[in-house]
């Protein structure tokens, strides 16, 4: 199959929030029409955080690069036409007389090298606590406590939190998991 050998990796603008709808969209078209001839594969560069809510760790996967979506493809004919005109599409990032230029092939592997990055090294943490803030301990020889966030420590996943015990001040070292807001 000669086509195999023109195909490049392009990138699509599109809606940010909408590159699963555009995925979808564009997966829907390779299976029930001949865009497949064409299109080899679509891409959302994802990584995996979590959260800590009411003290239970909760993963979601966030896009690395909201608003775009990458596509390795031939862009014959009618092919780009048909991609730009898919629903939450802007457009190719770059283009040069209405034709869309490919990403070179080395920043697709920097792409593609730092998503499986972090595939491998697992999760970050979106911090939902900051400095200043109340909690309440959960958990621990603590809990029922309250006090007032002092330092957060994201590599950790540690808080230093002010509590008041026996009528003192007392610092507390504690995990994302022992606390809530208050």
């Known amino acids: 199959m000669s086509e195999s050998t023109t195909l490049k990796w ?3 603008r599109a809606i940010s929030g909408k590159e699963n709808k555009v995925k979808e969209y564009i997966d829907a078209e390779i299976k ?4 497949g001839h064409y299109v080899a594969q679509v891409l959302i ?6 959260q800590i809510r009411n003290g239970k760790k909760i993963t979601k996967e966030r896009s690395c690069m909201p ?3 990458l596509i390795e493809a031939n862009l014959i004919g009618e092919v780009p036409h048909r991609l730009r005109n898919t629903p939450n599409v802007i457009g190719f990032l770059e283009e040069k007389n209405h034709d869309p230029i490919p990403v070179r092939q080395s920043e697709v592997n920097k792409i593609l090298g730092t ?3 972090m595939q491998e090294t697992g999760e970050e943490i979106l911090t ?11 958990f621990g020889p603590f809990s029922g406590f309250s ?4 330092e957060v420590n994201t590599e950790k996943k540690k808080l230093k939190v002010m509590v008041m015990i026996f009528g003192r001040k007392t610092p507390l070292e504690l ?7 208050e």
């Open 10 to 12: 392009y990138v699509l």
């Open 32 to 35: 029930n029409s001949d865009l």
């Open 45 to 50: 560069p994802t990584e995996k955080v979590y």
């Open 67 to 69: 608003g775009y979506v």
């Open 115 to 117: 998503v499986d990055d």
């Open 128 to 138: 939902p606590y900051y400095v200043g803030e109340n909690v309440k301990v959960i």
């Open 147 to 150: 006090g007032l966030i002092e």
């Open 175 to 181: 995990s994302f998991t022992q606390v809530e807001k």
